[in-house]
């Protein structure tokens, strides 16, 4: 039986910086091949998870999920006297990073601290500042020699914390960005096995997010799909926080903007309201930074949505979710995927869309003569 309290503390508690996925990748193969029909693999390391039409379509129909595996890290940029020096590879927010465990992935996993100089032996100018990542080092706790022979510049670092389970189905842990959202993709799929759908499922797994988009906008030319939806977190409210956010335990929001289909942005919604799943609203006026944006405009342009699961203390080590709005995710996916019919993408079709509003302004020109 699936448990998807285990499913994510696997996922996050795993190291994978951006261009380093494939722990995770692994995690996934061996999560989904159960799950789907054919697993496949880009050029770039995206994992893709098909499952085909129970009632298949007489011409084939995709619909791809997209979630990145990659999360925010570091990188040894220097070794003095023992103590490693670091430069972020992405997103890694300095402010709180002081005083953190991590492991540095040299010859083997080595368990250290990210250290600065103490605050008694700084200026006092100094003492307000927050240190930058030129003030940190990482100590192992071993001899200049021995650090010298197992760690090496580029090798990578990353947080080192277990999932923790706060109160009342609320979770923390690093990399929840955006493997909360990964983790709802496989709630989908284990939804499906128990549901009849005539699409095409395209489960993707997308590398390198967190430094351009890069795993999503291959694996949409190597998919081709029809429509598309990408998941990823959005800003949940919490001190100093509240405007633009979205609610923990308000499900997942949907949405609407340019980088988004409004005909497929209505269809999600009419999805939630009919079988009863919490769906929030999100206002993203133009770039929202995910996947969707890259997916958007592969190929020939895709429709494309977006799915945000709410999540605080976002590119930290504790980003934290709500369970239930995970869940929520996947099970909107699978009867989304459920409802789709052969004749959906002539219902979201651009043309029909420009008539509809052709006609509604014709019927306010007449209105106002009249």
């Known amino acids: 039986?699936?448990?998807?309290?285990?499913?994510?503390?696997?996922?996050?508690?795993?190291?994978?910086?951006?261009?380093?996925?494939?722990?995770?990748?692994?995690?996934?193969?061996?999560?989904?091949?159960?799950?789907?029909?054919?697993?496949?693999?880009?050029?770039?390391?995206?994992?893709?998870?098909?499952?085909?039409?129970?009632?298949?379509?007489?011409?084939?129909r995709r619909i791809m999920l997209a979630?990145?595996?990659d999360e925010i890290g570091m990188m040894v940029n220097d070794i003095i006297d023992g103590f490693i020096c670091v430069h972020r590879i992405s997103g890694v927010d300095n402010r709180v990073m002081m005083a953190q465990p991590v492991i540095v992935h040299g010859k083997r996993p080595l368990p250290g601290i990210v250290a600065t100089v103490p605050p008694h032996l700084l200026s006092r100018q100094s003492?307000?500042?927050?240190?930058?990542?030129?003030?940190?080092?990482i100590d192992v706790g071993l001899p200049a020699d021995e650090v010298n022979d197992l760690v090496r510049v580029g090798d990578l670092i990353t947080p080192d914390v277990t999932m923790l389970e706060l109160q009342d189905g609320h979770f923390a842990a690093k990399a929840m960005d955006d493997r909360a959202c990964v983790a709802a993709v496989t709630v989908a799929l284990n939804m499906l096995q128990g549901m009849h759908h005539r699409w095409d499922v395209y489960a993707t797994a997308t590398v390198q997010e967190e430094t351009g988009l890069y795993g999503a906008r291959t694996a949409a030319a190597h998919i081709a799909p029809d429509i598309a939806i990408a998941l990823?977190?959005?800003?949940?409210?919490?001190?100093?926080?509240?405007?633009?956010?979205?609610a923990l335990d308000d499900g997942p929001a949907i949405a609407m903007g340019a980088n988004f289909h409004p005909?497929?942005?209505?269809r999600i919604k009419e999805t939630a309201k009919k079988h009863e799943i919490k769906l929030q609203?999100?206002?993203?006026?133009?770039?929202?930074?995910t996947d969707a944006w890259?997916?958007?405009?592969?190929?020939?342009?895709?429709?494309t949505a977006?799915?945000?699961?709410?999540?605080?203390?976002?590119?930290?080590?504790?980003?934290?979710?709500?369970?239930?709005?995970?869940?929520?995710?996947?099970?909107?996916?699978?009867?989304?995927?459920?409802?789709?019919?052969?004749?959906?993408?002539?219902?979201?079709?651009?043309?029909?869309?420009?008539?509809?509003v052709d006609n509604n302004n014709s019927d306010e020109k007449v209105s106002e003569s009249a």
């Open 67 to 69: 979630a990145h595996i």
């Open 127 to 137: 003492r307000g500042k927050y240190p930058s990542f030129n003030d940190f080092v």
């Open 294 to 303: 890259a997916i958007q405009v592969a190929q020939e342009s895709i429709p």
């Open 232 to 246: 990823d977190v959005g800003f949940a409210p919490q001190p100093g926080v509240n405007s633009d956010t979205i």
């Open 263 to 266: 005909k497929l942005f209505d």
């Open 281 to 289: 609203e999100e206002v993203v006026p133009a770039y929202s930074g």
């Open 1 to 60: 039986m699936f448990d998807l309290k285990e499913h994510l503390r696997t996922l996050v508690e795993a190291h994978a910086p951006s261009g380093h996925e494939e722990p995770v990748r692994n995690i996934l193969r061996e999560a989904w091949q159960d799950l789907t029909d054919e697993m496949q693999q880009d050029g770039l390391g995206s994992l893709i998870g098909i499952k085909r039409g129970t009632k298949p379509l007489e011409t084939p």
């Open 306 to 356: 977006l799915l945000s699961i709410p999540l605080r203390n976002m590119h930290s080590p504790v980003e934290t979710v709500k369970l239930k709005d995970i869940d929520r995710a996947g099970r909107l996916l699978a009867h989304f995927i459920a409802d789709l019919d052969a004749d959906f993408l002539a219902a979201i079709n651009w043309d029909d869309l420009k008539a509809n």
